[in-house]
């Protein structure tokens, strides 16, 4: 099973969670400007909230695959507010015609005040576990 992991970070929870994604899984975690390789079975993509949408640069990245070479999509977030960026980033995905997995993983996002220290430990532990439990490996 061909497996990549892809995922946007302002200040850096984004790139925490990755980086545990790609610990379970075995694959190295990569930034959004990093193009995918043929025929991805399972794309683990990893995005937060700012001022209430998704960044640009996964709006971009989304517009940028190919339907034909990405099997399904498996979203995981963080964001201090809004309950998942899930709803916009599988929108966005299925208006292209790419499938997105119904599981997916959110936790909170320290923003100013809010949520301080997460993503924590107890929430990396939790990611590490959902990626477990969809036995990719
Ligand atoms: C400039 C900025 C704006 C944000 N706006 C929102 C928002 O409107 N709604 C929300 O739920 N979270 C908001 N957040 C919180 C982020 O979604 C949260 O901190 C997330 O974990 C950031 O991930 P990152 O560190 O990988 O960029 C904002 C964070 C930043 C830095």
Known sequence: ???????HSKTGHMQKMAEAVSSVLGVEAK???K???NDVDVLLLGSAVYAAGIDGKVKD???SLDPA???NVICFSSCAILESSYAQVKKLLETR???VDTREFHCRGQFT???R???NDTDIANLKAFVQELHLN
């Open 69 to 71: 070479q990405v099997k």
């Open 97 to 99: 015609g790419i499938h």
């Open 113 to 115: 005040m809010l949520h």
């Open 117 to 119: 220290g997460h993503p």
């Open 35 to 37: 193009p995918l390789s």
């Open 1 to 7: 099973m061909n497996i990549e992991i892809r995922y």
């Open 61 to 63: 990245f989304i517009a």
């Open 31 to 33: 930034t959004l400007d």
